[in-house]
Antibody, heavy 121, light 107 residues
Framework: QVQLQESGPGLVKPSETLYLTCTVS??????????WSWIRQPPGEGLEWIGY???????DYNPSLESRVTISADASRNQFSLKLDSVTAADTAIYYC?????????????WGQGTLVTVSS | DIQMTQSPSTLSASVGDRVTITCRAS??????LAWYQQKPGKAPKFLIY???NLESGIPRRFSGSGAGTEFTLTISSLQPDDFATYYC?????????FGQGTKVEIK
């Protein structure tokens, strides 16, 4: 059974860089069946897809964030990571990592529990 | 990007009611639509994929239908555990997008 767990700082200063890591167990980030994805949710608001990384290191990002986002993967640790540059208060959100099953073509079938990141000085 | 619009935004209902939530896409997405349930403080839970297929372990009172641009999620007999916010999400485009959510609250 796959499990995803986000980790990283809960507080980031404005203009700095947000780094989060998602550790995957029960599956592999080198699988060609899944897009390993990041999704965020500002407090009290809806869900926003950030982007994904595929086994071949192909990435795709939300155009509204593309200039500031990098998603990478570390196969040796079975992790994938999110880097978001030049953060502002608008980036305050719960950040989820999720598995997008492109083999079954079903959507986001597994999610981490989420981690709240607050942007504040 | 493909815009997803849900209605209503909030729905008040009683235990035992039949509940229907609508999701409309700004362009045709075939049947590439998923539904999720989210409770406060929790991650979204995957319910339905390809518009009408129930994920394993999801109660049969949940059902989905539709294709193209119009979709529905129906709960045949609302249970206390079903009070939550529901989101639709398209995956026809690699740029995944969600509806704004429908909160199902106790009447």
């Amino acid at each position: 059974q796959v499990q995803l767990q986000e980790s990283g700082p809960g507080l980031v200063k404005p203009s700095e860089t947000l780094y989060l890591t998602c550790t995957v167990s029960g599956d592999s980030v080198t699988s060609d069946s899944y897009y390993w994805s990041w999704i965020r949710q500002p407090p009290g608001e809806g869900l926003e897809w950030i982007g994904y990384i595929f086994y071949n290191r192909k990435t795709d990002y939300n155009p509204s964030l593309e200039s500031r986002v990098t998603i990478s993967a570390d196969a040796s640790r079975n992790q994938f990571s999110l880097k978001l540059d030049s953060v502002t208060a608008a980036d305050t959100a719960i950040y989820y990592c999720a598995r997008d099953d492109v083999r079954r073509q079903v959507g986001f079938d597994n999610w981490g529990q989420g981690t709240l990141v607050t942007v504040s000085s | 990007d493909i815009q997803m619009t849900q209605s209503p935004s909030t729905l008040s209902a009683s235990v035992g009611d039949r509940v229907t939530i609508t999701c409309r896409a700004s362009q045709s997405i075939g049947r590439w639509l998923a539904w999720y349930q989210q409770k406060p403080g929790k991650a979204p839970k995957f319910l339905i994929y390809q518009a009408s297929n129930l994920e394993s372990g999801i109660p049969r009172r949940f059902s989905g239908s539709g294709a193209g641009t119009e979709f529905t999620l129906t709960i045949s007999s609302l249970q206390p555990d079903d009070f939550a916010t529901y989101y639709c999400q398209q995956y026809e485009s690699s740029f995944r997008t969600f509806g704004q959510g429908t909160k199902v609250e106790i009447k």
